[in-house]
């Protein structure tokens, strides 16, 4: 319980760190997050030795197509 205040703390400096870049910080989280799913998924068999079920390799890849959508869609400058 007690590691839940410098995790939050450290969420909180990791969120405003994001605001810091020059591009838009929301594009920036959506890749960090499709990134992190995927290799959560990756850990989860390499390290823990857990194999992974269709339902998480069709999830990782779902979320990794989401952050691909967002961070490589045409934009205006």
Not at 5 to 29: C, D, M
Not at 36 to 47: C, E
Request: charged share 5%; hydrophobic share 65%; glycine share 12%.
């Amino acid at each position: 319980m007690w590691l839940l205040v410098p995790a939050g703390i450290s969420l909180a400096v990791f969120a405003w760190l994001l605001t810091l870049h020059p591009a838009a910080a929301g594009r920036i989280y959506a890749a960090y997050g499709g990134v992190y799913i995927g290799v959560a998924i990756i850990w989860l068999w390499l390290v823990e030795g857990i194999r992974p079920t269709g339902w998480d390799i069709v999830g990782a890849g779902v979320a990794m197509l989401g952050m691909a959508i967002i961070m490589f869609s045409p934009r205006q400058l």
